[in-house]
């Protein structure tokens, strides 16, 4: 079996847009992403031949990259084939071209699209069926829509997972028709980010919350647009993770400073204890997430379906936020920070237990795979 990495020989033409982008452009991003260079004289072997006439989910591209003989079919024609043999390669192109069936005497293995199973997307931590659709204008909106929920995690927070969704659909949709980078959208929203800290740090809790929740959104957004668009990199990576990773605490600190305009200041033995556990409870929380894939291979959240679904409340940005605004609701910002600091203890203590109970599994002799990849 030839195992060399296969070059991507796209066949056709298709001038039909998807986020911005013609069908030509996508897969020689999703290529470039990949790592597999462009070769659409089909010069070299083997080959990943991609008719263009089809918009499909990056993961497929990568999974016939390892799947050499392999084709992915919808009704019967052939959308992407991983082809040894330059002839074999020549007649599959030639089907592709002309919208013809899979020719007989391939000898590929096919897999339909219609009942060719799921896949399992570890950077989204999601078992998917990723989508293949024919390109064409009318089909576009569909498609974006299902490429977008195709770049949602599968688990993450209530907020991000129910109540985000179309807000950041559209402004994805829009950011991708007037060309606003990914990046550009993490700069808009670190400014956004900003401002919310100065406002809680003054006490103005309520315009604090509506930039916190922009800033929220478009954190949504940034990593939607870089998916959809095929633009995720390196900087773009470490500008909004570095964000996400390193607010939160200067949030806690600026509300709990904003107390004193609401005459509900905390003393300055409380103010440090809660500041403290507050910090530790965040730090630690990450350390053993972090701690947790490099002993057992995969994030703390996707191990069991119990894990998954403490994720969506778990002591994060955003569930903590969401206790905040309830809070204020009663006008009592101290009650809420207050809960928020309750609320990680308890967290990182389910953390420390989930730990703990995959490293006795293990002990055990038991394998640790998640129950997302069943």
Not at 139 to 148: D, G, L, P, T
Not at 180 to 207: E, M, Q
Not at 294 to 313: E, P
Request: proline share 5%; aromatic share 12%.
């Amino acid at each position: 079996m030839n195992t060399a990495k296969p070059s991507v020989r796209r066949v056709g033409r298709n001038e039909t847009t998807l986020w911005g982008m013609s069908s030509a452009e996508r897969v020689r991003r999703i290529a470039t992403a990949a790592a597999l260079p462009i070769d659409d004289e089909g010069r070299q072997s083997p080959q990943l031949l991609v008719d263009l006439g089809y918009a499909f989910d990056p993961l497929w591209l990568a999974h016939l990259a390892g799947r050499p003989g392999a084709v992915l079919t919808l009704g019967g024609r052939a959308v992407i084939a991983h082809v040894g043999d330059p002839a074999v390669a020549d007649m599959v192109a030639a089907a592709m071209a002309h919208g013809d069936a899979l020719p007989d005497g391939t000898a590929l293995e096919v897999i339909a699209f219609e009942t060719g199973g799921r896949i399992y997307n570890t950077a989204l931590r999601k078992l998917e069926q990723p989508f293949v659709e024919r390109l064409e204008p009318d089909s576009v909106r569909a498609i974006e829509r299902k490429s977008y929920q195709g770049a949602y995690k599968g688990v993450t927070d209530i907020l991000t997972k129910y109540l985000w969704p179309q807000w950041a659909f559209l402004l994805t949709r829009v950011a991708a028709r007037i060309g606003i980078s990914p990046n550009g959208v993490t700069a808009i929203g670190a400014v956004l980010c900003v401002i919310a800290t100065l406002l809680f740090w003054r006490g103005d809790y309520w315009p604090g919350l509506a930039a916190g929740l922009a800033f929220m959104v478009l954190d949504t957004v940034d990593g939607k647009l870089a998916r959809c668009t095929i633009t995720s990199s390196w900087w773009g990576n470490i500008f909004d993770h570095g964000m996400d990773l390193i607010h939160p605490p200067f949030w806690w600190f600026a509300w709990a400073v904003g107390l004193g305009a609401w005459g509900l200041a905390f003393t300055p033995t409380i103010f440090w204890a809660v500041q403290a556990i507050l910090f530790a409870g965040y730090v630690l929380q990450r350390l053993i997430e972090g701690a947790f894939i490099k002993a057992f291979g995969m994030h703390i959240h996707v191990w069991r379906k119990c894990d998954s679904d403490f994720r969506l409340v778990t002591a994060r940005r955003n569930p903590n936020m969401a206790i905040l605004f309830f809070a204020m609701l009663f006008a009592r910002p101290d009650i809420g920070l207050l809960a928020v600091t309750g609320w990680t203890v308890l967290s990182l203590l389910v953390h420390a237990v989930q730990f703990i109970q995959a490293a006795a599994a293990r002990r055990r002799g038991e394998t640790l795979t998640s129950w997302l990849a069943g």
